[in-house]
């Protein structure tokens, strides 16, 4: 059976290795290279088991263990156009390339769709594992466009961006220019937007949500699990029977493995 195991999620870095035991692929590799291999180890993962690695942008809390990663473990590396040309000077030596439909990678076929983010070209992805299960991750969202939406519908697990409380954000340290970047359409998607999305999801076959991306300054995974679960259960649908639902920790992460 298929398992998530979400490594890295916030601000200070992101990575998920999605597969089976003994072969899956990264999406994102965030943080330190010995924190992503110690993490994959906590998680009863080798380091051989990871096949390639697919970035969803060039943002360092993305990439910053890839050169040091891919120098370890020489694999292939999969981005957007956009992300290969802003990430291509620093990983001379790596073999990049295009995401195209229907990458075949362990007994998987990965896709990508383009997200709206203050990046060169932003891509989000969808694993169909070998046992016909789907899962979608999707953030660092300024808003779910129609493409992004399509692609979410109809996933088992999906792993998506709840990244602030908007009154926390709003009233909180952060300088103005950051809170309307945040806020923008190229920006971070909230709980409240996030939440809205659910029920339309499950009503579409999801029993599984991962809420990521968590801002640890802005958010709260009590507040990002309460707008979720109040808006799902609004929708007649039954936590723990019908779908579960739950947060990824911003902060001092914790090795698990979710089988879907």
Known sequence: ??????????????????????????I????????????LVACEINLTAVQAIFITHEHTDH??????????HRVPVFASRGTIREISETLEDATLYEMEPDVQIADMTINAFH?????????????????????????DLGFVSEEVEE??????FVVLES???????????????????ILSDRGHLSNDACAALLPKLA?????????????QDNNTRSAALE???QTLISGGFIHGEDFIVDAAKPVNNEARSIIF
């Open 227 to 229: 707008a979720s679960l």
């Open 115 to 139: 997200t709206s983010h203050d990046c060169a070209e932003g891509l989000g992805y969808t694993v169909q594992t070998a046992d016909h299960r789907k899962c979608t991750l999707a953030t």
């Open 203 to 215: 009503k579409s076959g999801t029993t599984r949500f991962l809420l990521a991306h968590l801002s």
């Open 163 to 181: 990244n602030h409380d908007v009154a926390m954000l709003r009233n909180g340290p952060y300088p103005y220019p950051l809170k309307r970047r």
């Open 28 to 39: 994102d590799a965030g943080r330190s290279a010995k924190q992503l291999v110690n993490m």
């Open 63 to 72: 990439i910053s263990a890839l050169r040091v990663f891919l120098k370890r």
């Open 151 to 156: 692609s979410l519908l109809g996933s088992d």
């Open 1 to 26: 059976m298929a398992r998530l195991c979400p490594l890295f999620s916030g601000s200070k870095g992101n990575s998920y290795y999605i597969g089976s035991k003994s072969a899956g692929v990264l």
